[in-house]
């Protein structure tokens, strides 16, 4: 399939995308004077902007390439997940969340003044969900598995507490049963917890945190980090995101690594599942790996381009290749 009829197949097709959401919140000021009380800035407020974080932002980017979007996550009983239900219903993103009284809705805020971010507060529990919660959410699951079961499965891990090792093989179990492609971007506490998986896509920080040897943005090392995570996990692809040096993909028999594109950044918030997005059209269209690289390097460049975070487009994909 050429790379730009697979770009516009995209449209129509069914991803569940099933991780930890946040809702990140921006605070916009001004500030021209210190504090009185202590050795600080002033911020005075202009105004506030809610965006979709976390598993949410990888569902927006699914949902701007033209695909039905299903999202599975675990929240708080507040009014930030209140806001993330909103817009939720605004992208018309099907979700399915799954409320716990006492755990927050993640958030994270960043105070901005002009071009500067001030400072990050995070609001947030990485308690493991409850069996109560766990029983209701693989409830819900399968039963949304008999009604219309999806073409590709992201497992989007923030540590949150919602993809327990016993979430995780509970997921992973039912996918393979259907022969569903899984596609992983992994954190730290739950690593090697994804064996089978279709896609294996973490960053090249996370890779050095979880091998015992030294990492770098060079082939030799990738190729041999690769063949680590392989003898653990067992799966299909790997692709590493290397920031300004670009992407590593490999299929344990071919690997490449597909440079970053120069251009302005304005702002690398999102890039990442952005990346997450493209890659897993990529592999439900059966694409090469290095067309998957590519394509998931010009979309996390363009995002990039673009202050704030931005879900990639299909129309943005596709002016790329014409």
């Not at 916009?28 to 407020?45: C, F, M, Q, T």
């Not at 590709?152 to 022969?179: C, H, P, Q, R, S």
Request: charged share 20%; aromatic share 6%.
């Amino acid at each position: 399939m050429a790379i730009l009829d697979a770009i516009r197949s995209f449209s129509g097709t069914e991803v569940w995308v099933i991780g930890d959401i946040i809702l990140d919140i921006y605070l916009y000021g001004k500030v021209d004077r210190i504090s009185p009380e202590a050795p600080i800035p002033i911020l005075n407020h202009t105004n506030t902007r809610h965006a979709l974080g976390g598993a949410a932002n990888v569902a927006a980017n699914l949902k701007g390439l033209g695909a039905n979007v299903s999202l599975f996550s675990l929240v708080g009983a507040d009014k930030e997940s209140e806001y993330l239900v909103t817009m939720l219903d605004l992208e018309e993103i099907n979700h399915h969340l799954v409320s716990e009284l006492d755990r927050p809705t993640t958030s994270k805020t960043r105070v901005i003044a002009g071009n500067h971010q001030m400072i990050r507060i995070d609001h947030e529990s990485t308690v493991d969900i409850i069996d109560e919660s766990l029983k209701a959410f693989q409830s819900t699951f399968t039963e949304q598995l008999k009604v219309l079961p999806p073409q590709a499965i992201v497992l989007e891990d923030y540590n949150k507490g919602l993809l327990t090792n016993e979430l995780i093989t509970f997921l992973l179990t039912k996918a393979k049963e259907l022969e569903i492609p899984v596609i992983v971007d992994p954190k730290k506490s739950n690593f090697f917890s994804f064996q089978g998986c279709t896609l294996f896509k973490p960053n090249i920080k996370e890779c050095a945190s979880q091998v015992p040897f030294p990492v770098s943005a060079d082939k030799t090392t990738l190729d041999k980090a690769d063949k680590y995570f392989r003898e653990k996990l067992n799966h299909q692809t790997s692709m590493i995101t290397l920031a300004e040096h670009g992407i590593y993909i490999s299929d344990g028999h071919s690997s490449f690594i597909v440079p970053t594109e120069i251009r302005q950044v304005a702002d690398v918030s999102g890039a990442g599942d952005t990346v997450t997005a493209v890659a897993t059209l990529g592999v439900m269209k059966a694409l090469s790996l290095m067309e998957i690289a590519q394509l998931s390097n010009q979309a996390a460049g363009h995002v990039c381009s673009i202050p704030g975070v931005h879900a990639i487009q299909l129309e943005e994909l596709i002016h790329f290749y014409q």
